[in-house]
């Protein structure tokens, strides 16, 4: 099993520009996240997913969409890039409901803006 | 508001034992995990407690008090490799994680 993966794990945009980053899991989990870290921050939580076609927003999902069309995937899309959109960016997703189950990270993202 | 206070960093020698306290504040409670993660890396689970009380998985314990909206991660027998930040995050009511800026351990020989 890989896991939870990222793609990709660099990049750079000027501001302005868009993009998308994917998260892929092979662990029939039904719950996924998209977080932000940056220095001196606790992760932020963007968008999440609850299950396939459903998406709901976190903590801070201005500038940001999001996608759940198949139960594996979960996109993060950037219509017009800022340079305070500079960050890392983590994946996670968990079996479901029940409390006790851990969220599983994938590698990150690490994005810079100009 | 919600909130999840924890030091930002730590220094300990090889060997030796540290505690890293997490203090929270949710709207409802339905537990408190602890993750590491190494620099560069993404964060990996260590631990979940739910009821009040200590947790103890080999070198690492944690503690939970649900009354007092504490918990401690306590690594015995320190080693190099220990080095990382720790994050504590809880889970509210919505089973949504808040979670702490993370102590950064810094493992002296």
């Known amino acids: 099993n890989a896991g939870v993966t990222q793609t990709p794990k660099f990049r750079v945009l000027k501001t302005g520009q868009s993009m998308t980053l994917l998260c892929a899991q092979d662990?029939?989990?039904?719950?996924m996240y998209w977080y932000r870290q940056d220095p001196g921050m606790g992760l932020r939580l963007i968008h999440y997913?609850?299950?396939?076609?459903?998406?709901a927003k976190g903590e801070v999902p201005d500038g940001y969409n999001v996608s759940r069309l198949k139960k594996q995937n979960f996109l993060l899309g950037l219509e017009s890039a800022a340079p305070s959109q500079t960050s890392v960016y983590f994946c996670?997703?968990?079996?479901?409901?029940?409390?006790?189950?851990?969220?599983?990270f994938g590698p990150g993202t690490r994005l810079t803006v100009l | 508001g919600q909130n999840i206070d924890q030091p930002t960093e730590m220094t300990a020698t090889e060997g030796a034992i540290v505690q890293i306290n997490c203090t929270y504040q949710?709207?409802?409670?339905?537990?408190l995990f602890w993750y590491q993660q190494h620099a560069g890396e993404a964060p990996t689970f260590l631990s979940y407690?739910?009821l009040d009380g200590l947790e103890e998985k080999g070198r690492f314990s944690s503690f939970l008090s649900r009354s007092k909206g504490y918990s401690y991660l306590l690594l015995k027998e320190l080693q190099m490799k220990d080095s990382a930040s720790y994050l504590c995050?809880?889970?509210?009511?919505?089973?949504?994680?808040?979670w702490g800026a993370g102590t950064k351990l810094i493992i002296k020989p």
């Open positions: 995050a809880a889970m509210d009511s919505n089973y949504q994680l808040i």
């Open positions: 996670a997703s968990r079996e479901g409901q029940g409390a006790v189950n851990e969220q599983f």
């Open positions: 997913s609850v299950g396939e076609g459903t998406t």
């Open positions: 662990m029939n989990h039904e719950y």
């Open positions: 949710t709207s409802g409670f339905n537990g």
């Open positions: 407690n739910v």
